[in-house]
């Protein structure tokens, strides 16, 4: 069964420094998503991405965040200049559909953890 | 404003009961869906039930939706120890939107 694919799974950083979160959606999809849980928290939306482009993003996601899709098939988080409240679990998504109208299918996360 | 949010935060029951969750929201919507997260875990989706659809089964999953009260609910019948999860409904905001808007969840325990 196709599935999203994250990694790194856990990743240690210190403060300041830029990390990378990449995805690997599924394959026939077209709305790519990050969303991201801190421990005990709520799942929060982030940044949707679709036809190359960013289709709709939150408040969270600033200047501090980007997104690429830089070939057919990976998806990547970029996170710069890390902060201690970055620290969170980091979910890729992928649908066939936008998310109004059909299901996400999440990857199992990565972990990042800023000290 | 807040979207989804779970009722209750946090439900204990038997195995061999029911589970009953219940979410609400602010905004019209085009489908409101259920997902489940294990300890840990990604999230799974379970069930997507449109606006215009009041109530759907799954297997022992049956979701009802009232938009005139801006409310759903999630029964699963016949709880096993395997439903231990956090389970959370997740709304699109209306006018357009993509993205999915998930609630606080609940966190449901079945006791062996």
């Known amino acids: 069964e196709p599935e999203v694919t994250q990694t790194p799974s856990h990743q240690v950083t210190q403060m300041g420094q830029e990390v990378i979160l990449r995805c690997v959606p599924i394959s026939n999809h077209l709305y790519f998503y990050w969303y991201r849980q801190i421990l005990g928290q709520k799942v929060e939306f982030l940044v949707s991405f679709y036809n190359n482009e960013i289709s709709e993003k939150s408040e969270i996601f600033d200047d501090q965040f980007s997104v690429e899709r830089p070939d057919g098939s990976n998806f990547t988080l970029k996170i710069r200049s890390t902060k201690l409240e970055d620290s969170a679990m980091y979910f890729c998504a992928s649908s066939a559909q936008t998310g109004a109208t059909g299901e996400l299918f999440f990857g199992e996360g990565s972990r990042l953890t800023v000290l | 404003s807040q979207q989804g949010e779970e009722d209750p935060q946090a439900l204990s029951i038997q195995e061999g009961e029911n589970a009953t969750m219940n979410c609400s929201y602010k905004t019209s919507i085009n489908n409101l869906q259920w997902y489940r997260q294990n300890s840990g875990r990604g999230l799974v989706h379970l069930i997507l039930?449109?606006?215009?659809?009041r109530e759907k089964h799954s297997g022992r999953l049956r979701v009802t939706l009232d938009t005139s009260k801006k409310s759903s609910s999630l029964l699963i019948t016949a709880s096993r120890a395997a439903d231990t999860a956090s389970y959370f409904c997740a709304t699109d905001s209306g006018q357009g939107a993509q993205k999915l808007v998930f609630g606080q969840g609940t966190r449901l325990t079945i006791n062996p």
């Open positions: 039930i449109r606006s215009n659809e």
